[in-house]
Nanobody
Framework: QVHVVESGGGLVQPGGSLRLSCAAS????????MGWYRKAPGKEREFVAT???????NYAESVKGRFAISRDGGHNTMYLQMNSLKPEDTAVYYC????????WGQGTQVTVSS
């Protein structure tokens, strides 16, 4: 079993930055990749970014060039650095971890507003 917990959400102005963190616990050695999804009110949950154990990253086109996903050396903490934030980025952001199945965190709210 893998457990992931997000933190770092909050209110930020358009154009601002925010860094989300995701702490993984449990069978972390079994994790193949970790990533972020987001869910805005009234919209479908969407992919944001992923990173593999080898360091390969992938981003949604909507965040490419603005967001950066990373993991620490022990692969137990993942980050999402969000820059040039837009109101459209407002959503609940969920951390995910993939081993033999997909594990989800509880979500952290990101609000981009003036």
């Amino acid at each position: 079993q893998v457990h992931v917990v997000e933190s770092g959400g909050g209110l930020v102005q358009p154009g601002g930055s925010l860094r989300l963190s995701c702490a993984a616990s449990g069978a972390i050695s079994s994790i193949n990749s970790m990533g972020w999804y987001r869910k805005a009110p009234g919209k479908e949950r969407e992919f944001v970014a992923t990173i593999t154990t080898s360091g390969t990253t992938n981003y949604a086109e909507s965040v490419k060039g603005r967001f950066a996903i990373s993991r620490d050396g022990g692969h137990n903490t993942m980050y999402l650095q969000m820059n040039s934030l837009k109101p459209e980025d407002t959503a609940v952001y969920y951390c995910t971890a993939v081993s033999n199945q997909l594990f989800w965190g509880q979500g952290t709210q990101v609000t981009v507003s003036s």
